[in-house]
């Protein structure tokens, strides 16, 4: 069974610019969250896609943004790039299981490392 | 104060210890309970999944919970060199939170085991 998979691994970007993530979950999870991992502040919850919907948002700006196809894969989008939007980015997926309001595993993908210069 | 709090480390051991990992955490509300393990340049693997307090053992991991004390631990025994990892313990809320499969991480602890 394939596992989460990001594309790209590594992205190299300017101040100023945008870049979007990929992530395509395990196959039959529908629930995909994004979280960034830094040195200093360690791993963030963005936000969680579940049925092509936000569910949930952390704390960061408004330049963070995401959404879900109807295929469950979710793409992440950062707009006006900081230096300090350096960091390795999480995507994980969740099976949700129908009927029941109870949480499963979440299943990391190897991540995407952006460094913004 | 952090909802999570973890030693940091680093935490260095000789191959075939005990390893105790531990984190406190101040959120009544957190129902799930996670330890992840990463590997330099990798994504965090889950290595074990509880639900409220007691005990869940697989293989060399044992993972405890008291939600009374609001203190996780993680137990490897019989260490190995491919032990050497960063460990995160991880959390989450249930469906009434309003933020169910949102995790709420630890700083990590750095392991090395030495051979």
């Known amino acids: 069974k394939a596992g989460v998979t990001q594309t790209p691994r590594y992205l190299i970007k300017t101040r100023g610019q945008q870049v979007t993530l990929s992530c395509s979950p395990i196959?039959?999870?529908?629930?995909v969250s994004w979280y960034q991992q830094t040195p200093g502040q360690g791993l963030q919850f963005l936000f969680e896609?579940?049925?092509?919907?936000?569910?949930n948002k952390g704390n960061f700006p408004g330049r963070f943004s995401g959404r879900q196809f109807s295929n469950s894969r979710s793409e992440m989008n950062v707009s006006t790039l900081e230096l300090g939007d350096s960091a390795l980015y999480l995507c994980a997926s969740s099976l949700v299981l129908r009927g029941t309001r109870s949480n499963t595993e979440a299943f990391f993908g190897q991540g995407t490392r952006l460094t913004v210069v | 104060q952090k909802e999570v709090e973890q030693d940091p480390g680093p935490l260095s051991v000789p191959e075939g210890a005990i390893v105790s990992l531990n984190c406190t955490y101040s959120n009544s509300a957190f129902q799930y309970f996670m330890w992840y393990r990463q590997y330099s340049r990798k994504g965090p693997e889950l290595l074990m999944y509880t639900y409220s307090s007691g005990n869940k053992e697989d293989g060399r991991f044992t993972a405890q919970v008291d939600k009374s004390s609001k203190y996780i631990s993680l137990f490897i025994r019989d260490s190995q060199p491919s032990d050497s990892a960063t460990y995160l313990c991880a959390m989450s809320a249930g469906w009434s939170s309003g933020s169910a499969r949102q995790l709420t991480f630890g700083s990590g602890t750095q392991l090395t085991v030495l051979p």
């Open positions: 896609y579940f049925s092509e919907t936000q569910r």
């Open positions: 196959s039959g999870h529908r629930s």
